[in-house]
């Protein structure tokens, strides 16, 4: 398993820009495919974005396309969320996660996480 630190969270006015960082501690890391997900008050965790071990292919929530960006840097083991456009509907606690293999979008496919860094979008 990959130990995953996030960090970059706070709270930014609706319309700003926050960057999240995911440092991950293993040697392999160029062969994870790593997503994040949110968890907002009172919902479930939900799928955010995903990036595949070589950076080629990358999903989206609909919600986020356009507004989120997904990138990665094998080389410092580190995966990074650009959020621009930020909502009150962004406000969530966000999660790196890691997992061998090809990008996935759910949950459960996903065997490492992070312990989550808090957004909050003020109106």
């Known amino acids: 398993q990959v130990q995953l630190v996030e960090s970059g969270g706070g709270l930014v006015q609706a319309g700003g820009s926050l960057r999240l960082s995911c440092a991950a501690s293993?040697?392999?890391?160029?062969?994870?495919?790593m997503g994040w997900f949110r968890r907002a008050p009172g919902k479930e965790r939900e799928f955010v974005g995903v990036?595949?071990?070589?950076?080629?292919?990358?999903y989206y929530e609909e919600s986020v396309k356009g507004r989120f960006t997904i990138s990665r840097d094998n080389a410092k083991n580190m995966v990074y969320l650009q959020m621009n456009s930020l909502k009150p509907e962004d406000t969530a606690v966000y999660y790196c996660?890691?997992?061998?293999?090809?990008?996935?979008?759910?949950?459960?496919?996903?065997?490492?996480w992070g312990q989550g860094t808090q957004v909050t979008v003020s109106s």
């Open positions: 996660a890691g997992r061998l293999g090809i990008a996935r979008t759910r949950e459960v496919d996903f065997t490492s």
């Open positions: 293993v040697p392999t890391f160029s062969i994870y495919a």
């Open positions: 990036i595949s071990s070589g950076g080629s292919n990358i």
